[in-house]
C-alpha cells in the first residue's frame, strides 16, 4: 500500500510551555530522550506509521510552541486535526490548571464540525519526579468532566509514552471514518421517468 492511500490522521500536542510535549514525541517516534530540548518556536512535525484497529496509518504529530506569541499560529497548525492530546506537567499545578484555556482555545481555532465530540487524550508527564502537585485522582475526573481519555506518564523513563498515542490514534481513526462518511454520504440516482409516471399507471 502506497502512503497516498494510508490514511492520514493528524494529532495536535498542546500544553504549557516546558511540560515536555517535545520530549514526549520524540520519545514516542524516535525512541530517545534527551534533556537538552530548546524551545519549540511555532511547530515542530513527525510522522509514524503504525496500526490501529487492524488499519495502517500514517500519524501525523504536530508539537506546538506552548507560549502566547504563537497561539496566532493555531488557526493554520489545529485545522484538520483529527484528535488533540493535551499535556501537563504533574509537578506543576499551574500547567495542569491551563488544560482548559489549551482545550477551549483548540476549539476555537479548529473549529471542529461537531466540538461536543471532538476527541481529546490527556497525559500527565514528569511521573520520574517527586515533587508531584497534581494527583491521578484530580487528573482523572477533569478528565471525566470534559470527556477525555487520561495516562500518567514519563517521556524520560519512557513510561506510557506509547498508549496515549494509540488512543489518540484510534480516536482519531473513529472522528475520521464518522466524518469522512458523513461528508460523501451516499448519493441515490432517480430516474425522472419513474418520478413524472402517473401514480394510477402500472410501473412495469
Given at each position: 500500500?502506497?502512503e497516498w492511500n494510508k490514511k492520514?490522521l493528524k494529532v495536535v500536542l498542546?500544553?504549557?510551555?516546558?511540560?515536555?510535549?517535545?520530549?514526549?514525541?520524540?520519545?514516542?517516534?524516535?525512541?530517545?530522550?534527551?534533556?537538552?530540548?530548546?524551545?519549540?518556536?511555532?511547530?515542530?512535525?513527525?510522522?509514524?506509521?503504525?496500526?490501529?484497529?487492524?488499519?495502517?496509518?500514517?500519524?501525523?504529530?504536530?508539537?506546538?510552541?506552548?507560549?502566547?506569541?504563537?497561539?496566532?499560529?493555531?488557526?493554520?497548525?489545529?485545522?484538520?486535526?483529527?484528535?488533540?492530546?493535551?499535556?501537563?506537567?504533574?509537578?506543576?499545578?499551574?500547567?495542569?490548571?491551563?488544560?482548559?484555556?489549551?482545550?477551549?482555545?483548540?476549539?476555537?481555532?479548529?473549529?471542529?464540525?461537531?466540538?461536543?465530540?471532538?476527541?481529546?487524550?490527556?497525559?500527565?508527564?514528569?511521573?520520574?519526579?517527586?515533587?508531584?502537585?497534581?494527583?491521578?485522582?484530580?487528573?482523572?475526573?477533569?478528565?471525566?468532566?470534559?470527556?477525555a481519555e487520561y495516562f500518567d506518564?514519563?517521556?524520560?523513563?519512557?513510561?506510557?509514552?506509547?498508549?496515549?498515542?494509540?488512543?489518540?490514534?484510534?480516536?482519531?481513526?473513529?472522528?475520521?471514518?464518522?466524518?469522512?462518511?458523513?461528508?460523501?454520504?451516499?448519493?441515490?440516482?432517480?430516474?425522472?421517468?419513474?418520478?413524472?409516471?402517473?401514480?394510477?399507471?402500472?410501473?412495469?
Amino acid at each position: 500500500m502506497s502512503e497516498w492511500n494510508k490514511k492520514q490522521l493528524k494529532v495536535v500536542l498542546l500544553g504549557n510551555s516546558g511540560v515536555g510535549k517535545s520530549s514526549f514525541m520524540n520519545q514516542f517516534v524516535n525512541h530517545r530522550f534527551t534533556s537538552m530540548y530548546r524551545a519549540t518556536i511555532g511547530a515542530d512535525f513527525s510522522t509514524k506509521e503504525i496500526t490501529v484497529d487492524s488499519t495502517l496509518v500514517i500519524l501525523q504529530i504536530w508539537d506546538t510552541a506552548g507560549t502566547e506569541r504563537f497561539q496566532s499560529l493555531g488557526n493554520a497548525l489545529y485545522r484538520g486535526a483529527h484528535c488533540c492530546l493535551l499535556l501537563f506537567d504533574v509537578t506543576s499545578g499551574a500547567s495542569f490548571s491551563a488544560l482548559s484555556g489549551w482545550l477551549q482555545e483548540f476549539l476555537l481555532q479548529a473549529d471542529p464540525p461537531d466540538p461536543a465530540s471532538f476527541p481529546f487524550v490527556v497525559v500527565g508527564n514528569k511521573t520520574d519526579l517527586e515533587n508531584r502537585e497534581v494527583s491521578c485522582r484530580q487528573a482523572i475526573e477533569w478528565c471525566q468532566e470534559v470527556g477525555a481519555e487520561y495516562f500518567d506518564g514519563s517521556a524520560k523513563d519512557d513510561i506510557n509514552v506509547d498508549k496515549p498515542f494509540y488512543a489518540a490514534a484510534k480516536a482519531a481513526l473513529q472522528h475520521y471514518k464518522k466524518h469522512t462518511e458523513e461528508t460523501t454520504g451516499s448519493i441515490q440516482m432517480i430516474s425522472k421517468e419513474t418520478e413524472e409516471r402517473p401514480k394510477d399507471r402500472c410501473a412495469c
